[in-house]
């Protein structure tokens, strides 16, 4: 019977031979990696996924480091959120615009193409670069085609971690900031 | 250092060859953390990683952490199957240089890559990662298969563990002076501290070198090569000089 050459009866059970199992190994290998490497090929990209205008919806504390003031999700001052970004003009105004050209990678602001940014690791981790300086790098806790949403370290007023959660769009927005 | 396997090894090289594989590990992966925010040494975090990503539904992470792990496993895997199948058809020596020789080949890659090729795109990131996974994985499967299992030196989870086990060993007299006991005990301390010197001068060489780091690496890798060749090449030049002492008595 064809079933007699993958399987033995052992003791009144139904085991598989060794050298199926041995070949399966082989088999379920090469469908992982070429799984795997099809993904990472033809899935969304999530460079192509960062792509575009982001409209800040709005800055939480993650986490903080004991501070009776600063509570876990609980909105960040302007202030604060405004200190944390001094060095990044073109996050001030509250549109993050991520553009890709053949070559460069740059976040726009007004006609300035001097901050360039990069995904590092399996894509969770945002750089902004100046000069190809680092100057800022962000956790990147979810990237979908409508939301993205951030980590940055805060070492300021307060020792903790802000969430930033930017949505997809606004771009009459900041076609009027402009 | 390569030429002898499984039990016919000594402590002295188990040491010598964990010590220095272990050291070129901790440069590979402070390294690719400076250049990709990437381990590569070793892959217990990315089974947890792979594991959140696709809980999170993040299906692209997931794959690329998946395809990170496969390639650790493949080169554990290539490593084994080039001795065992090299076994009785060429000499260990050989046999067990052509894993070492992939794995020189594998980081020669990342670094001239990223001398001369590399434009930060995530695409190149995952790709180069993937390499030194491969080249990581080509180590510890070389070292664990001629060692009989006693040397891994890409991660220190296991070692840790038995590091542990063996200080609180140590507590009862009649365990410091088993011998066994003790040179496991210095095998285990020489990787761990070999592996912490790596990572510190592949920190120090960055600052310097940049991507040149991924040279050094080689290059400490290929004494693991040369260091049997050399011993071969010394105890050639003696048995020569011997007999020739012998011929020139006799006549």
Known sequence: MSWQIYFLKRNGMLTIKRKILA????????????????????????????????????????????????????????????????????LQDGMWHF?????????????SQQYNWFLKGRGHILELRKDNELVESFIIQKLSKDQLILHLNLDMQTRGIARIVLKKGGKEKYAEKI | MLRKYSNHRTIQDNIKLGGITAFSAGMVNVASVIVFFSF????????????????????????????????????????????????????????HSIPLILEIIS?????????????????????????LLFAMGLQNGLTASISNSVVKTTHLTGLTTDLAILISMFTKES?????????????????????????????????????????????VLLI???????????????????????VSLTS
């Open chain 1, 23 to 90: 070949r399966f190994n082989f088999v379920l290998l090469s469908f992982l990696l070429f799984g795997a490497t099809a993904m990472v090929m033809f899935y969304e990209n999530p460079e192509r996924l960062l792509e575009g205008e982001w409209e800040e919806q709005g800055w939480y504390f993650e986490k903080v480091e004991k501070s009776p003031t600063f509570k876990r999700q609980t909105i960040i001052h302007e202030q604060i959120k405004d200190e944390a970004i001094a060095h990044l003009p073109p």
């Open chain 2, 224 to 246: 693991i090569g040369l260091y049997d060749h050399y011993k071969l090449y010394l105890v050639k030049k003696q048995f020569v000089k011997r007999h020739r002492q012998s």
């Open chain 2, 107 to 131: 980081i020669l890659f990342v670094g001239i890559y990223l001398d001369f090729f590399y434009e930060d795109s995530l695409k190149e990131t995952e790709v180069l990662v993937g390499a």
């Open chain 1, 99 to 111: 553009e890709r050209t053949r070559d460069k990678n740059f976040v726009a602001h007004h006609q």
């Open chain 2, 40 to 95: 590569t040494s070793n892959v217990t975090g990315y089974y947890a990683v792979f594991a959140q990503e696709m809980a999170k539904g993040n299906w692209y992470q997931g794959a690329v952490v998946l395809f990170w792990i496969l390639l650790f496993l493949i080169g554990s895997m290539l490593s084994n199957l080039i001795i065992i199948h090299g076994k009785g058809r060429l000499s260990s020596y050989l046999t």
């Open chain 2, 175 to 219: 365990n410091r002076t088993n011998r066994l006991l003790v040179d496991k005990f210095h095998l285990l301390l020489s990787i761990v501290i070999a592996y912490v010197l790596g990572g510190l001068l592949s920190g120090i060489s960055f600052a310097i070198l940049s991507n040149k780091t991924f040279y050094v690496v080689c290059a």
